[in-house]
């Protein structure tokens, strides 16, 4: 049971440059959710989806994009990276209730 | 102010002793979670509360609802126990909001051999 599975674990992107970090996760869970983490900071949601084909903002989306073509996938695309994304992002899933399953994380440079 | 306060931020402990750490929250919530990062590492769930009390091996988690506080305490303490210990609540209500999730900053805890 791999649980949520994030790509890459460690990525430098110069200003400017765009990518894509990818999660997928097997439980067959309805809600996933992108957070960064910055130092001394709690988790911010980013975007978060509540199924397939339907996303909307967290606390700080912009600068990012997301999207739900699938139950199983959810990436998280950055356009145009600024020095301000440098974090750790974390990708989780759950059930409406449930608990979270936390992918093992991003560290993204932007230099 | 956050939603979400833990205390301490930071704490060292000799190896063999009873740890707590607190969190303290504002609003209602319909569950709170304690989360455990090491350093450098992914973020593993510990508990789900919504109520009571709940053990898991030298882990033990506590909520009180009334006085919006819960507390995880590691008994027996371990240099593997050296981790951010990070609380978080989900909050009450209906719609689209009550499974998202508000974090506090996290306790560092470092257990000295």
């Known amino acids: 049971n791999a649980g949520v599975t994030q790509t890459p674990k460690f990525r430098i992107l110069k200003i400017g440059q765009s990518m894509t970090l990818q999660c997928t996760q097997d439980?067959?869970?309805?809600?996933m959710y992108w957070y960064r983490q910055d130092p001394g900071m709690g988790l911010k949601l980013i975007y978060y989806?509540?199924?397939?084909?339907?996303?909307d903002k967290g606390e700080v989306p912009n600068g990012y994009n997301v999207s739900r073509s699938t139950t199983e996938d959810f990436p998280l695309r950055l356009e145009l990276a600024a020095p301000s994304q440098t974090s750790v992002y974390f990708c989780?899933?759950?059930?409406?209730?449930?608990?979270?399953?936390f992918g093992s994380g991003t560290r993204l440079t932007v230099v | 102010k956050n939603e979400v306060e833990q205390s301490p931020q930071n704490l060292t402990a000799q190896e063999g002793e009873f740890i707590t750490i607190n969190c303290s929250y504002s609003?209602?919530?319909?569950?709170l979670h304690w989360l455990q990062q090491h350093p450098g590492g992914g973020i593993v769930s510990l508990f789900m509360?919504?109520?009571g009390k709940k053990k898991h091996g030298r882990l033990i988690a506590t909520i009180n609802i009334q006085e919006k506080h819960s507390s995880l305490h590691i008994t027996a303490s371990h240099p593997r126990d050296s981790a951010v210990y990070i609380c978080?609540?989900?909050?009450?209500?209906?719609?689209?909001?009550?499974?998202?999730?508000?974090f506090g900053k996290g306790t560092l805890l470092t257990v000295n051999p």
């Open positions: 439980m067959n869970h309805n809600y």
């Open positions: 989780a899933s759950s059930y409406p209730q449930g608990g979270y399953t």
């Open positions: 609003v209602g919530i319909s569950a």
């Open positions: 989806s509540v199924g397939a084909g339907i996303t």
């Open positions: 509360l919504s109520s």
């Open positions: 978080a609540v989900r909050s009450a209500g209906s719609g689209g909001s009550n499974y998202k999730l508000t």
